[in-house]
């Protein structure tokens, strides 16, 4: 196998864009010239390069749909004929999506391992067993089967990383999810005395569950590589909107700004909610005249999934309105039929009197969320009608619909959103606990009211 680090030794630009207030530069990782670049094909290498060191024959990786981890992964692994499994969970509420991460490492012959968050030790040790068994020796990127053992290898990329960018910055900022690239900056920084704000903009775990992570990588790296003392963690989990995947109207005008003023393509996951949880935290602390670099840890495959979402339109046309209710109101638990529901006159009172969202696909409606912004006594909006065609179900369009809905809720001034639901749809209270959403009181001898406080 020739030399992982004689493949891959860039230093990749950091170019400049615009800003009134400080002087912003942006590290373009997502530019590394394989796999679509990205602070996982740094990563990668250190794994194969540890794997490698160590006389193993086989990587098991891990990572759900979106995993750029897992793509760089297999990439990698099949330039270099390595035999690559990858363990892979559902999301939080069991649903599985399919991107062009996934697609590319199915391509790349990567053999995925599915489960669901609850059975990832159970899932590795058998497909650990099973390599085994067939004559493999394989290397769990993470150590042991409870990931633990190899958290100061990835850190070791963006050590070296920060030999690149050391004391040019006060601020540098990034995505942090695994927190493998922040560890690697603090690390660095702490190694050559720097003095720079590292701050990491969560995109998926509460500051206090990201800051025990990172403390143990850098600690394992500490005892194993290299002592590091004097260190400070800085994570910001401000800008999570709900957890991993999930994103909000702010996220999507970050995007499409810093698309088409700088020709800079941004993910919802990562990048894109870093880059605005960054600009609204130099905002809201005042910060001006410093030097801001944006490390772009890439997702370029995640910026053409969001490109290819179905479009969310927002339906001002009563004929459109009464063609997307006829098609998707008998999907509610009891439909609109069932109700007796008049939809035309139903249909009629939405358009004129409250708000209506659809995704669209092939030019037909394939999701709504309908509601007025009206009770402006009790600040309260209220949703009447949501839901998701079946063969589009499980790909978070309920999610961002219902980010839509709170939007539009707080432009408009409403302190809460309420909500009518079966008490036997458990799935739907699920689904709305999950989003802040609170019970209320009993709307009917078979129905609740759920009601979420919005936050400013």
């Known amino acids: 196998m020739e030399n992982l680090f004689e493949f891959l030794q860039f230093n990749t630009p950091i170019v400049q864009i615009p800003d009134v207030d400080n002087k912003i530069y942006v590290k373009r990782d997502d530019l590394l010239p394989f796999s679509f670049g990205g602070n996982k094909v740094r990563i990668a290498l250190e794994f194969l390069n540890d794997m490698k060191r160590k006389g193993y024959d086989c990587i098991v990786g891990y990572g759900n749909a979106r995993s750029n981890l897992s793509r760089a992964l297999a990439n990698v692994c099949y330039k270099f004929h390595i035999p690559c499994h990858i363990i892979s969970p559902a999301d939080e509420d069991g649903t599985r999506i399919y991107t062009f991460n996934s697609?590319?490492?199915e391509d790349f012959q990567a053999q995925f391992h599915y489960c669901q968050k609850t059975n990832v030790k159970e899932t590795v040790e058998r497909v650990i067993a099973d390599l085994k068994s067939s004559g493999l020796n394989p290397y769990y990127i993470y150590g042991n089967s409870s990931g633990e053992g190899n958290e100061h290898i990835p850190i070791l990329a963006y050590k070296r990383?920060?030999?690149?960018?050391?004391?040019n910055y006060d601020y540098i900022f990034l995505a942090t999810g695994t927190g493998m690239t922040q560890g690697g900056l603090i690390a660095g920084r702490a190694i050559n005395n720097g003095s720079e704000s590292i701050v990491g903009i969560s995109v998926a775990r509460s500051e206090t569950h990201e800051r025990l992570v990172?403390?143990?990588?850098?600690?394992?790296?500490?005892?194993?590589?290299q002592l590091i003392e004097n260190y400070d963690i800085e994570i910001v989990d401000t800008y999570l909107c709900n957890g991993y995947g999930t994103y909000n109207q702010q996220i999507v005008n970050t995007i499409h700004q810093q698309l088409v003023s700088n020709g800079m393509p941004l993910d919802p996951t990562y990048t894109g909610k870093a880059f605005w949880g960054m600009l609204d935290y130099l905002k809201r602390r005042n910060i001006s005249n410093k030097k801001i670099l944006f490390i772009h840890?890439?997702?370029?495959?995640?910026?053409?999934?969001?490109?290819?979402?179905?479009?969310l339109i927002n339906l001002t046309d009563p004929a459109s309105v009464l063609n997307a209710?006829?098609?998707l109101g008998n999907l509610l638990v009891p439909s609109l039929t069932e109700r007796n529901v008049d939809i035309p006159q139903y249909s009629l009172k939405l358009s004129s009197k409250g708000k209506v969202w659809c995704h669209y696909a092939m030019g037909e409606p394939i999701s709504i969320i309908a509601g007025y912004f009206n009770d402006s006594e009790s600040s309260?909006?209220?949703i009447s009608i949501l839901a998701v065609a079946k063969e589009y179900q499980g790909r978070g369009l309920a999610s961002?619909?219902?980010?839509?809905?709170?939007?539009?809720a707080k432009l408009s001034g409403m302190k809460y959103i309420k909500l009518e639901v079966r008490k036997n749809n458990n799935s739907a209270q699920e689904f709305y606990h999950k989003h802040g959403f609170k019970e209320l009181y009993e709307a009917s001898y078979s129905?609740?009211?759920?009601?979420?406080?919005?936050?400013y």
Do not use: H, W
């Open 103 to 105: 697609r590319m490492a």
């Open 161 to 167: 990383v920060y030999e690149e960018i050391k004391n």
């Open 214 to 225: 990172l403390q143990k990588a850098l600690k394992c790296f500490s005892e194993r590589v």
């Open 297 to 311: 840890t890439g997702g370029t495959p995640l910026f053409f999934d969001y490109m290819m979402e179905s479009q």
């Open 325 to 327: 209710v006829n098609g």
């Open 380 to 382: 309260t909006a209220y």
């Open 400 to 408: 961002s619909l219902l980010l839509k809905f709170e939007d539009y």
């Open 447 to 455: 129905s609740i009211y759920m009601v979420k406080e919005l936050c």
